[in-house]
């Protein structure tokens, strides 16, 4: 690697690291997202309990050394539930994002690559679609696919492809028209080597900075179906499920839906605040101040 590609690598790392001290949101995000990284990670070096062992004398418990955020129905640790369910909620995340983005990407670099007919014709689809409510739209697919967890993962993700195919178009629609570009194309370059190796990564920031977003977002849209039942179903460690069956205890035993519904929005939160200071870093507009 030569020197010159070194020195510019290192003001970028540096600008970077700087602008994340200078946001102490973003500082808080990436903490976030580092402790539900760990606890994805190595759940069984963090729970007390079995997730799943049914314990009946000490059904419904306080909060307590024994058991830090209490117990369920059966007499479940609800704290090792919720340290358990961090797999499933925010894997669902991951995945949502995983799929949508890399669809919507390869949709919308090829619509802006190809242009004409085929390129209306795909917005109008993603038109159609981002016209009905992505709430209201989840839960029909979620509903006619059947309830489980992979079902509304799916569901999910088929609803957030028409952000990342219009996000990419738009880029794709800007960077067509530059010179190496052209120059790609008038050499015999295929559609598949300039979305490859052109329109590809130059849209990465943008995406980024969507799919870091739309975490939280997924996290959040997951977790509403399995508290409606769509998602997520017993005896599945879920934190979305776990707020929905708590609900029935909610005046007596709020601890049940307390904690995990906590966890929800700590998860969203982080992803959230990381989002928005990676957008503000990634901002050309912020990079020039």
Known sequence: MSEARIGRRRPARSYFWWRVRQSPLMIVGL???AAIVIIVAVPQLLATHDPNAV???????APGWTHFFGTDEVGRDIYSRVIHGARQSVGVGFFIVLIAGTSGVLI????????????????????????????VLTIALAAALGPSLFNAM???????IPFYVRL??????SLREIGYVQAARSFGAS????????????????IIVQATLDLGAAILMASA????????????????????????YIFD????????????????????????????????KERGR
């Open 225 to 248: 179906l399995s508290f409606i039942g769509l998602g997520a179903q017993q005896p599945t460690a879920e934190w979305g499920a776990m707020v929905a069956t708590g609900r029935t």
């Open 168 to 173: 990419t178009r738009g880029q794709t629609l």
């Open 191 to 206: 559609r598949w080597h300039l979305i490859r190796w052109h329109v590809g990564p130059n849209t990465l920031s943008p």
């Open 154 to 160: 799916l569901a999910i993700a088929l609803v957030r």
């Open 31 to 33: 903490a976030i997202i």
């Open 108 to 135: 919308g670099a090829f619509s802006g690559i190809v242009g004409g007919r085929t390129d209306t014709a795909i917005m109008r689809i993603m038109d159609v679609v981002l016209s009905v409510p992505s709430l």
């Open 253 to 284: 035993q709020w601890w049940y839906s307390a904690f995990p519904g906590f966890a929800i929005l700590v998860a969203a939160s982080g992803f959230n605040l990381f989002g928005d200071g990676l957008r503000d870093i990634l901002d050309p």
């Open 55 to 61: 314990d009946i004398r000490m059904r419904l418990a």
